[in-house]
Every structure is written in C-alpha cells, then in structure tokens.
C-alpha cells in the first residue's frame, strides 16, 4: 500500500510540475490579442453611448410628463384664409408665408386659388409644408376680374376665394366648434405676437394694421376698452373702416350666421365692411395689441419682378421658380 502511494505521489508531482512549466511558459508567450481587446473595447463604447442615449430620453420623457398633452388645455384653433393667384413671385410668396405659420400652434391653412384647377405648384407646396391645410379652388368670373391696366382699388381680389373658404367652414365645421378665422393674404407681414393676439376672441377682433391705405397705420380708435371709430386716410366713417388683415372673426359666430359673406360688388374700400355688418356692431369689436396701439401686421407688397432678360435666355421649362 504504503508503495503504491508514493508512486502515485511521485506520478502527481510530476504531472503538476510539467502543467505549472507549462503554464509558465505560455505567460511569457506574447499573445496577439490586441483586435480582440479593441472590439472589447468599442463594444463597451457602444453600450456606453447607448445608455446615455436611453438616460435623455428618459430625461425628455419625464420632463414632458410635468405638461403633457393630457394637462396642457387645448389651444383654439386658427383657420387661415389665403387666396391667391399665379404669377411669378406666387411661389416665394407662399414660401415665406408657410414658413410663418408654422411657428404658430393649433393652425389649419385654408389656401384658395383663383384657377380653373388646383395648380401643381401650389399642391406640391402644400404638400411639402409641413402645415395642415385644405386646397380650394374657385375662378373669379370674367366680369369681376380685374384687369392687368386697372388700378388695384377698383376690383378688390379675392373675393370669390375667401367666399369659398367660408363655404368650407360651413360644410366641415360645427357652430359649436371653437376656432378663429383669419384672412391673411400672401403678400403681408406677420408677427407671431397677432396669432396669439386673435386666439380669444370671443366674436371679432381687431387691431392695427401697417402701411396701408395710404398711411403708416390705419387702426382701430379705442376709449375705456372699446371701440368708437377708425383712424384711416380714407373715409373713415365706413360701418368698418378696417383692412381685411386687421380683423379675426370667431368661428361660432361666422357659422351661426349663414349670410355673413363677402360681396362681390361691394363698393370700393367696403368688402370687410359687406362681412362684418352681418356679425357685430361697432361697440362690440374687441380691441386686441394693446387696446390697438401696437402694430404686428404689415401691408408689403412684393415688387412685380422684371424679366427684360427673360426671352434673350430662351425657356428653361423644367425649373420651377
Ligand atoms: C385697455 O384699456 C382699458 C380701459 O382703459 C384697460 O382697462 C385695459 O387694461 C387696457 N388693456 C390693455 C391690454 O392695455
């Protein structure tokens, strides 16, 4: 016995000693391990990266779970009436316009053009917006289109396009549906401030409107919060000496008044009048911007581009300007 265990004693030593030697030798071997270290290595970056990337969304989440959309009341919302017509600087127009209303919440873009068809151009436009919006059409009859030599006073434009907006209201809203109209032409200046400006109004505001009429500004006269008359270059005493841009209607009101519209043979200076006369009476106009002393719309008017060069060049066709 006492044999036996000694060789096998001697057989454990020996096996031991030859792995320790073993064991040893490959330590000292350089190991080519250096790719399998940099994969390591990224791998552990990646998740890194990933686990930031998990903490900001948390962060984002949590923070918009203060005001989430279930506690933040519901913003009115404003209808914006745009009529408008091809011509060379209708694109840029549109352009710039859009690229003001996105800014403003809770807005629906009621755009109307004076075509036979929806145009391309302004379907693409439309599209491309990033707005809600409805695309209308309606052509102004021959009889009331203004000529290219008439002055821009004697046929209000329009007036069909706006009419037709109305329309649409009345077939795709409810009286008790909240909102605001507002009709915005694609040649003006708006502030951001005048959205939230007509946002409460309760049956028409009105506010001060730049450039316009042959003045710097035409306004709204306010004594003690209400209205009592009109600052304009031209007869003042009009029911409602005020600029299309420089009114809103609520839309309650403008539905449960089927025959509130647009004339289109409204004398000169008296198609805003021709709508408001059928809503409100003077005294109950709100007087919005400061009891109307703050200006954050603008008449501009876009030069009516020269294109002497134009027909030297020859047609460039597949360009849209
Ligand atoms: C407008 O005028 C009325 C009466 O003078 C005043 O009570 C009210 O605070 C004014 N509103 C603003 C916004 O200045």
Same mark, same amino acid.
């Given at each position: ?7 096998? *004693? #001697? ?5 031991? /000693?030859? $792995?320790? %030697? ?6 000292? !071997?350089? +190991?080519? +391990? ?14 890194? !990266? ?7 969304? =948390?962060?984002? %989440? !949590?923070?918009?779970? $203060? ?29 710039? @316009? ?32 990033? =707005? ?12 009331? !289109? ?7 006073? @004697? ?24 909102? #605001? /109209?507002? *009709? ?25 409107? $730049?450039?316009? $009429? ?6 709204? &006269? ?5 209205? /009592? ?17 420089? *009114?809103?209607?609520?839309?309650? @009101? &403008? ?14 200076? *008296? ?20 009891? +109307?002393?703050?200006? =954050? ?14 027909? &030297? ?9």
């Amino acid at each position: 016995m006492r044999v036996r265990l000694k060789n096998v *004693f #001697v057989v454990y030593f020996l096996v031991s /000693v030859t $792995g320790l %030697l073993y064991a040893l030798m490959q330590l000292g !071997q350089p +190991c080519d +391990c250096s790719a399998q270290l940099r994969a390591g290595a990224e791998l552990g970056r990646a998740r890194d !990266q990933r686990l930031a990337q998990l903490q900001d969304e =948390l962060r984002r %989440l !949590q923070a918009r779970g $203060g005001r989430g959309p279930a506690t933040e009341a519901p913003v009115t919302p404003i209808y914006v009436v745009t009529p408008t017509y091809t011509r060379l600087v209708q694109k840029a127009e549109l352009v710039r @316009l859009s690229q003001t209303l996105l800014h403003v919440k809770g807005l629906h873009w009621i755009v109307v053009e004076d075509a036979p068809a929806r145009t391309p151009l302004v379907s693409t436009l439309l599209a491309q917006s990033g =707005l809600s919006f409805t695309h209308l059409h309606v052509e102004t009859p021959p009889e009331l !289109q203004r000529q290219e030599s008439d002055p821009t006073w @004697l046929r209000p434009r329009g007036v069909e396009q706006r009419n037709r907006a109305l329309q649409w209201l009345r077939e795709n809203r409810q009286p008790s549906d909240p909102g #605001v /109209v507002y *009709f915005a032409d694609d040649d003006n200046t708006y502030s951001l401030r005048l959205f939230e400006e007509m946002r409460s109004t309760r049956r028409v505001a009105v506010w001060p409107v $730049g450039l316009v $009429g042959g003045v710097r500004v035409e306004r709204p &006269l306010v004594e003690g919060g209400r209205v /009592v008359g009109f600052r304009a270059g031209w007869r003042p005493t009009r029911p409602f000496a005020l600029d299309m841009a420089g *009114f809103a209607v609520a839309l309650p @009101l &403008l539905l449960a008044t089927p025959r509130a519209r647009f004339d289109p043979r409204a004398e000169r200076g *008296f198609l805003e009048s021709s709508l408001l006369s059928a809503l409100v009476s003077l005294d109950q106009l709100e007087p919005k911007a400061d009891n +109307c002393t703050k200006v =954050l719309v603008w008449h501009t008017r876009t030069e009516k581009p020269k294109m002497k060069q134009e027909e &030297l060049l020859g047609p460039e066709p597949n360009i849209e300007v």
